[in-house]
T-cell receptor, first 116, second 114 residues
């Protein structure tokens, strides 16, 4: 069974500082990996996804993530935080095997607070 | 392009009552998902449809939850009878196909069971 662990349920950063959100996965085979963002009272929006091409993936809003198989990690970063980045971020995995469909397994989420 | 629509946005019921949620996916999307998001947790897949057939309902509490997608477009999720632990946000998502197609999420229905 697959699982996702997000270290830190809350992260506070200053505007202009680096944003680093940690995600580790557990899977019998390297999965597909995703980061979603959820703004208050809204649905989830895809930031980026890793599908076994380049290990460094660039997404929307200046975010990027690096897949590290040896560390079973897919950490999300943004060099300079903006006030609009305040939201909750979810890491998710999907089994590559066709029979698994497109089922996403989500981590518990990390809420980001951006201080002026 | 219109996004995934859900209604109602909020619902408050008492335990043992029944409730239904409605989802209209993005036009042309064959795959539809219902997720349950309990406060402080990530979403959990309840059921996945491909057109009007069920692909995965392994985490759906079938003694009280049911879902249908009769014409392969809109879907309804029902809870009967509701329990306190069903309080959550119910998210609907859709994708064009299965596989790696991006899932697009609706705003969700927030259910409070008293």
């Amino acid at each position: 069974a697959q699982s996702v662990t997000q270290l830190g349920s809350h992260v506070s950063v200053s505007e202009g500082a680096l944003v680093l959100l940690r995600c580790n996965y557990s899977s019998s085979v390297p999965p597909y990996l995703f980061w979603y963002v959820q703004y208050p009272n809204q649905g989830l929006q895809l930031l980026l996804k890793y599908t076994s091409a380049a290990t460094l993936v660039k997404g929307i809003n200046g975010f990027e993530a690096e897949f590290k198989k040896s560390e079973t990690s897919f950490h999300l970063t943004k060099p300079s935080a903006h006030m609009s980045d305040a939201a909750e971020y979810f890491c998710a995995v999907s089994d590559k095997r066709k029979a698994a469909g497109n089922k996403l397994t989500f981590g518990g989420g990390t809420r980001v607070l951006v201080k002026p | 392009e219109a996004g995934v629509a859900q209604s109602p946005r909020y619902k408050i019921i008492e335990k043992r009552q029944s409730v239904a949620f409605w989802c209209n996916p993005i036009s042309g999307h064959a795959t539809l998902y219902w997720y349950q998001q309990i406060l402080g947790q990530g979403p959990k897949l309840l059921i996945q449809f491909q057109n009007n057939g069920v692909v995965d309902d392994s985490q759906l509490p079938k003694d009280r939850f049911s879902a249908e997608r009769l014409k392969g477009v809109d879907s309804t999720l029902k809870i009967q009878p509701a329990k306190l632990e069903d309080s959550a946000v119910y998210l609907c998502a859709s994708s064009f196909l299965q596989g790696l197609d991006t899932q697009y999420f609706g705003p969700g229905t927030r259910l409070t069971v008293l």
